[in-house]
């Protein structure tokens, strides 16, 4: 089964662990029956330069005044601000930049470890998605560090082609288009013609949206499909789906079919 498949994850907003990961992928190799350490795996972990200068701008602030509502304040700077730091493009050393260029690496780094006919399964939580969406966007536009001109777009575009399946998880994306009419909401492209899009949300979780009444391409055109799930009762259960049953079942259920 692993010579079929690998896994590329992307982990959600806020403070993240380097493994946040491995719980997951030890339940799916579980419910899977295979042996653990089989499945080959790349975990994308964005957060390492935000972290450390969130923590940075946290320490100035707390330093420069005695600041309330503390817990608060660290939740706004530390998850929030993600959103909008991944967005900044400007420069090869922005966020936005290096963001994509350590996703670029992990795809790169999982089909080397893969055969030839080996297929991808991505997995996003939360702020995840709109990383990756960004990143085939970027490449299917050459645009950010894909800017037309370079040698490796090709080669980029070649292997999303080996992108079989998206999952996400508490996806936020619609939140980064709200603001624009129906009809300037653009979507990624297929990557290929097999590819689909499972998409997890619980209504319980703020942050977690469905993806197909966010209209046009998200439609039609994506094999979109959003599945309605429960992973608790309170805002915490955004960061619950995949420790659940309910994303966990059909998400090995369909990769075992591959």
């Known amino acids: 089964m692993a010579n079929k498949f690998g896994i590329l994850t992307l982990h959600g907003m806020g403070k993240q662990s380097v493994n946040y990961h491995e719980k997951f992928i030890s339940r799916v190799e579980k419910e899977l029956g295979v042996t653990k350490g089989s499945i080959p795996v790349e975990s994308v972990y964005y957060h390492t330069e935000m972290q450390k200068n969130e923590y940075a701008m946290w320490d100035r602030m707390t330093k420069a005044h005695d600041l309330d509502v503390r817990k ?34 992990k795809l790169n780094r999982l089909l080397a470890r893969l055969d030839p006919e080996a297929v991808v399964v991505v997995v996003g939580q939360s702020l995840g998605n709109q990383v990756f969406s960004n990143y085939v966007w970027d490449i299917q536009h050459e645009t950010g560090i894909f800017s037309p001109g370079r040698e490796d777009v090709i080669a980029a575009l070649e292997n999303l082609k080996r992108v079989r399946i998206w999952f996400s998880t508490g996806n936020n994306m619609p939140m980064f288009v709200s603001g624009l009419p129906e009809e300037r909401i653009k979507a990624i492209s297929k ?51 995949w420790k659940d049953r309910d994303f966990i079942e059909p998400f090995c259920d369909k990769v075992s079919s591959l």
């Not at 400007?90 to 670029?104: A, D, K, L, N, Q």
């Not at 013609?193 to 993806?211: I, K, M, R, S, T």
């Open 72 to 105: 608060l304040r660290k939740l706004m700077l530390f998850s929030f601000s993600d959103a909008a730091n991944i967005q900044d493009y400007s420069t090869p050393e922005s966020m936005g930049s290096i963001v994509t260029s350590c996703v670029h690496d």
């Open 191 to 241: 990557p290929n013609e097999q590819f689909e899009w499972w998409n997890f949300f619980d209504v319980d979780d703020a942050l977690g949206w469905p993806v197909c009444p966010m209209g046009g391409d998200y439609q039609n055109n994506l094999n979109v499909r959003d599945f309605e799930i429960n992973t608790g009762f309170t805002v915490m259960c955004h960061s619950k789906y």
